[in-house]
């Protein structure tokens, strides 16, 4: 079993759809969580924290589900421009790990 | 603000060839890291360095070595350039164990 776990999707969505994606963790000592966007060809660019209280930025909420060891990403009203390859990063014991990405198309 | 900066963006070897992968950094980060990234796939971690004069190996190491002389600088050496080493490598930096910065990526291709 991975450490990092996520829905490869693709998901296709039309504009306008609210969508949420969810990532998977093993390690019940991971200590800090973060969500990446990754456009085509070009380099992973973080997107937003993950704090324990859950947060927002703009149309974008994420969430940390300690029990279930879960982070999720909901994007609300989605723009053409969101689409990218959506990235989770989880922190435990000194090590960063990667979850390998979820596939977002959202077409007009 | 330049960030993390890569050179090359591109290159093609051949077969046996050896070349060197510049990253650098100027946000006076510890932490620096080299990724290689397949087609439709996800970050592998080659090798990364906690700090000036120090390395260790990630999970795919095999093939390539690093060296962090500067605090700045974190460069990824291929002695024998193989075909399984087309990919596109990263590099990244933080502050501690945070928030990973990224370069734009050198595309690699050995013929």
């Known amino acids: 079993r991975k450490e990092v776990e996520q829905d490869p999707g693709p998901f296709n969505v039309p504009e306008g759809a609210t969508v949420a994606f969810n990532c998977t963790y093993s390690?019940?000592?991971?200590?800090?969580f973060f969500w990446y966007r990754q456009d085509c060809r070009k380099e992973p660019k973080l997107l937003m924290s993950v704090y324990s209280s859950g947060n927002e930025d703009g149309r974008f909420t994420a969430q940390l589900n300690r029990a279930s060891q879960y982070i999720s990403l909901l994007i609300r009203d989605s723009k053409l421009s969101d689409s990218a390859t959506y990235l989770c990063v989880v922190n435990a014991e000194g090590k960063s790990t990667f979850g390998d990405g979820t596939t977002l198309t959202v077409k007009p | 603000n330049a960030g993390v900066t890569q050179t090359p963006k591109f290159r093609v070897l051949k077969t046996g060839q050896s070349m060197t992968l510049l990253c650098a950094q100027d946000?006076?980060?510890?932490?620096m890291y080299w990724y290689r990234q397949d087609p439709g796939m996800g970050l592998r971690l080659i090798h990364y360095s906690v700090g000036e004069g120090t390395t260790a190996k990630g999970e795919v190491p095999d093939g390539y070595n690093v060296s962090r002389l500067k605090k700045q600088n974190f460069l990824l050496g291929l002695e024998s350039a193989a075909p399984s080493q087309t990919s596109v490598y990263f590099c990244?930096?933080?502050?501690?164990?945070?928030?990973?910065?990224f370069g734009a990526g050198t595309r690699l291709s050995v013929l």
């Open positions: 946000m006076n980060h510890e932490y």
């Open positions: 390690n019940s000592a991971s200590q800090s």
């Open positions: 990244a930096s933080s502050f501690g164990r945070n928030i990973q910065y």
